[in-house]
């Protein structure tokens, strides 16, 4: 059998027909970082160190996971070798076994290939933080606060799906029952890696409840996806704030309206203004009110670290317009299309009832194919 009907498709071959992964430069420096991190975790000065420690001990788990994925490369590659012997080696009566053999094989070497070069994509530092979500309706008036109440739901259905806490933070409902601008927390093992694609504008064409002719419209409603960040990372002067109470105001339970609960936190040198109002306690609102405070500064300080140019939160927002977007939700072909890569599914009804796995699953592969080819 010919060295390429054998080869799995994008893997090259040695001279001698062999299958060399054409990761296993950046394989063997993995492996060689690794030996090198466990030999560090029983040095005495990092056991001394809890927060050296704990960095390095989250770097061996990721490359442990390279690693496994490596020696699964070899072993598959073990095993396509072992059938190819047999098909040399086989009869005419168990040849047609033998290739059956050596097809499973090349498909376990495939699948071990791709397994590997999924490892091999850098971590995102913000994988595993909890994830901050700001949904507000943008164009389009009281339609486009209904499609960010919409747009809400849809995310509360999809965390139930994935398996992640919410934890609601700030809901201003507007008149006819939307969503000026609602906020909440995910946390989850994967909810950055999923819902980082999220951010930016979401455009929406439907016939809306004001509508007397039946003339579909197109609103439009933003999402803002941010990275929680702890007080470690973000260190805020208490002399830099300006902290106001006052009264509730809207739907809410006993003492909710009654007592001075809600908090407004002002950053007066980035002008960050974070109120919360939603719960019984002034601290627990100046808690939430601090905590998203802090994913904003994180933000902030990351742009301006970043050579990229403008405002990377700016940039998931645009401007809110209708003409700027990342998807588009059309009710009449019940459509949902992802403008980035090229993605139209028509199943708009489920996808708003949290089956977004279809697209979430998309937009993560077309992001580990960025990653790759980028890799040196």
Known sequence: MSGDRSR?????????????????????AIEAEYEQVLGSLSDPAVLADPTRLRALSRRAKELEEVVAAARGVEAAEGDLAAARELLVESDPSSRELARA????????????QEELEARLVPKDANDGKGV???????????????????????????????????EPLATHVSALGGYDEVSFVLRGEDAWRRMHHEAGPHRVQRVPVTESQGRVHTSAATVAVLPEADEAEVRIDPS???????????????????????VRVTHVPSGIVVAMQDERSQLQNRAKAMAVLRARLAQAQAERRSAEASVARRAQLGGGGRSEKIRTYNFKENRVTDHRINLTVYKLDRVLAGELEEISDALVADEQARHLASAP
């Open 8 to 28: 799995p498709a994008g893997i090259p071959a040695s001279p001698d027909g062999a299958v060399v992964p054409a990761t296993l430069p950046r394989q063997a």
């Open 101 to 112: 053999e050596l097809a499973a094989a090349e498909a376990r070497l495939g699948a071990a």
């Open 240 to 262: 830099e704030l300006r902290i106001e109470v006052y009264r509730s105001t809207g739907p809410g339970g006993q003492s909710v309206n009654t007592t001075d609960s809600a």
């Open 132 to 166: 901050l979500v700001e949904i507000r309706g943008a164009e389009g008036g009281e339609e486009a606060n209904l499609f960010a109440k919409d747009l809400y739901e849809m995310y509360v259905r999809f965390a139930e799906r994935r398996g992640w806490r919410l």
